[in-house]
């Protein structure tokens, strides 16, 4: 493991099991939304966003979290050694997602910018769920099943399967 795309729909939990796969594997962590955004929630151009990106999938190891594009997230899911797909119910991805705007009133959300603007960006997260769930859940599901022959793959359906995920990688 020394490239490792999280991925999945939004509110699924990519940001907490990225910060804490870096901290119990010391591989640098790269949350794409602080590189898509800047503090305070304005998008990075475009242009500028893709070359930071292509700069890190260069990188001998890295953990990047999150979406970003379509092109640049299947030219990371190329790149990587390590998928690990957060495959949660929709009920439960819309759940988290209420739960991190309650929690975002008080403190940043993990691997948000800081100062992003929390009521924005869960409005644009419940706009989210149902197309990322409509459009891309079947092609990151058959996505995975494919690439269980060239790369180490995780697909994470349950809280309980992240915690156990997350436990026997500490335990390592």
Request: proline fraction near 6%; aromatic fraction near 10%; include cysteine.
């Amino acid at each position: 493991m020394k490239k490792v795309a999280i991925f999945g729909n939004t509110g699924g939990g990519k940001s907490t099991l990225a910060k804490q796969l870096a901290e119990a594997t010391g591989i640098p962590l790269h949350p794409l939304d602080k590189i898509k955004y800047l503090p305070g929630g304005e998008e990075v151009p475009h242009t500028e966003y893709l070359t930071t990106h292509a700069e890190l999938l260069q990188q001998e190891q890295w953990i990047i979290d999150g979406f970003g594009c379509v092109p640049s997230a299947w030219e990371r899911f190329a790149a990587a050694d390590t998928l690990i797909y957060l495959d949660l119910p929709l009920f439960t991805h819309g759940m988290w997602v209420t739960k991190r705007l309650l929690k975002g009133l008080f403190v940043n959300p993990e691997g948000w910018p800081e100062n992003s603007p929390i009521l924005k960006g869960t409005l644009n997260s419940y706009r989210v769920l149902w197309l990322c769930h409509s459009k891309l859940t079947p092609r990151y599901r058959q996505f995975v099943t494919e690439a269980e022959i060239s790369k180490q793959v995780h697909h994470l359906r349950s809280p309980d399967a992240i915690r156990a995920f997350l436990d026997d990688i500490q335990s390592q």
